[in-house]
């Protein structure tokens, strides 16, 4: 647009700007400082001596200093790049021969696996997999586009990743649906991701969706979770400290909290997620969410405190930018039968017009604070008011639609509450 710009990051990310998406995501020349970290949180004091006192983690000037010379230095011949920046390298289709150990390891190097042992995706294991669909191997599932330039993740490639992580041909169309959702959501915060499936697939290939449903005791639950993993890792281009800079990270993002819905259990009137998002209850439909919050109930319901009760007082601790309550059909029994919800809407309801939390905790929260004081800032409602509210005020910061109901395992009385939306999903029938 020809105005000159200095962009300002956050120094554990600004690497990136002038490294990956300068080279292979936008080519503009845009110059960066770095502020040092944290940033979010800190007294006004500190933001004022890193404006003046500290130096630009770029190029080692003060940082006013360098924003002038951001402004008024002329151009060097790289940012006068115009066009289109090159697409990265692709790797060869095929590797040298070598031994299962130094391949192991070659993957590993490459940032290519969970650091698990994988199965080497020979051609003739790749063909065996491309077996499980009628697509054509050079189809592309989805041209990914983030981070660090445009890349085509094909049938084939995606068989590659289904190998890798030990799926068998009938599992195919559920990881290449899945495969529309690559690479998994990610960022500087401890993100992380829910895979649900359901339909008749569960038990055409044997998903667990009864007794300890989240734990390692499935292989189709374990396969598919490994596999956006990988697949993210490779054709999603996510490696620590290059394109990803998280600093706890998530231990779901192993296996992505892969589960299935018992259908079979669920109360008289209590549709099954893909049929509340307009799907029949025929169609296999795979959706995947992300979020950042899991909170066990810890011990079983007891009678005295309504489940509900309790739901609503963990769910003050979630962010409110949407929520899904994963519970035992025991639960979703007792919710319906003892406490008169006769549909997962009924719940949704009733938790959005009760669950309430301050003011000073909705702003504290740093994703909403990222996502909404801009908002705010503008005079968009509602964000306008919340953010000119007195911090012990209270709001009610869910909508009915915002939360979801699962209703999977079987055994207890037990149930969590997360920050995990879920959304339409994928219909799995069309991979087949």
């Not at 962009?7 to 040092?36: L, S």
């Not at 499980?132 to 191997?137: C, D, V, Y």
């Not at 009938?170 to 998994?184: E, G, K, N």
Request: aromatic fraction near 8%.
């Amino acid at each position: 647009m020809g105005i000159p710009t200095v962009g300002a990051a956050a120094a554990n990310i600004v690497h990136y700007a002038i490294g990956y998406d300068f080279e292979y995501t936008n080519g503009m020349p845009i110059r960066y400082v770095g502020f040092p970290f944290p940033v979010a949180g800190q007294p006004k004091s500190v933001h004022h001596s890193y404006v003046f006192e500290r130096e630009d983690v770029v190029s080692g000037k003060p940082m006013m200093q360098a924003i002038v010379d951001g402004f008024t230095k002329p151009l060097t011949e790289k940012e006068k790049f115009q066009g289109r920046p090159p697409e990265a390298v692709a790797e060869p289709r095929l590797l040298e021969p070598d031994t299962e150990d130094n391949l192991q390891q070659l993957f590993k190097d490459k940032d290519w696996t969970d650091y698990n042992p994988i199965i080497l995706p020979t051609e003739e294991r790749v063909a065996a997999m491309l077996k499980g669909t009628s697509r054509k191997p050079d189809e592309v599932v989805k041209k990914i586009t983030w981070p660090g330039g445009a890349r085509n993740l094909t049938v084939e490639k995606v068989a590659v990743c289904a190998v890798m992580a030990g799926a068998k041909p009938q599992h195919f169309p559920l990881i290449l649906a899945l495969a529309t959702y690559v690479p998994f959501g990610n960022s500087t915060s401890s993100m992380a991701n829910m895979i649900l499936v359901n339909g008749p697939i569960r038990n055409e290939v044997k998903m667990n969706y009864k007794g300890n449903v989240m734990g390692p005791h499935n292989e189709v639950n374990s396969v598919l979770g490994r596999s956006f993993t990988l697949m993210s890792k490779t054709a999603g281009n996510l490696h620590a400290g290059k394109t990803t800079f998280s600093s706890l990270g998530s231990n779901l993002q192993y296996n992505n909290l892969c589960i299935a819905e018992n259908e079979e259990a669920l109360p008289a009137g209590w549709d099954p997620v893909h049929v509340q998002m307009g799907a029949k209850p025929t169609d296999s439909v795979l959706t995947v969410s992300t979020g950042w919050s899991y909170i066990s109930s810890v011990g079983e319901v007891q009678r005295g405190y309504p489940p509900q009760f309790l739901m609503r007082d963990y769910m003050r601790s979630l962010s409110g930018m949407g929520a899904s309550v994963i519970m035992d059909p025991a639960v979703a029994g007792l919710l319906k039968d003892s406490q008169g919800f006769n549909t997962k809407a009924d719940l949704a309801k009733w938790l959005a017009e009760n669950v309430e939390k301050t003011i000073a905790s909705f702003w504290g929260n740093g994703v909403v604070s990222t996502m909404w004081a801009s908002m705010a800032l503008q005079g968009l409602e509602p964000h306008a008011s919340r953010m000119k509210a007195p911090p012990d005020s209270m709001i009610k910061p869910f909508q009915p639609r915002g939360i979801g109901v699962i209703v999977t395992g079987g055994g207890q009385t037990t149930w969590f509450v997360t920050d995990f939306g879920v959304g339409r999903g994928v219909k799995i029938d069309d991979w087949r």
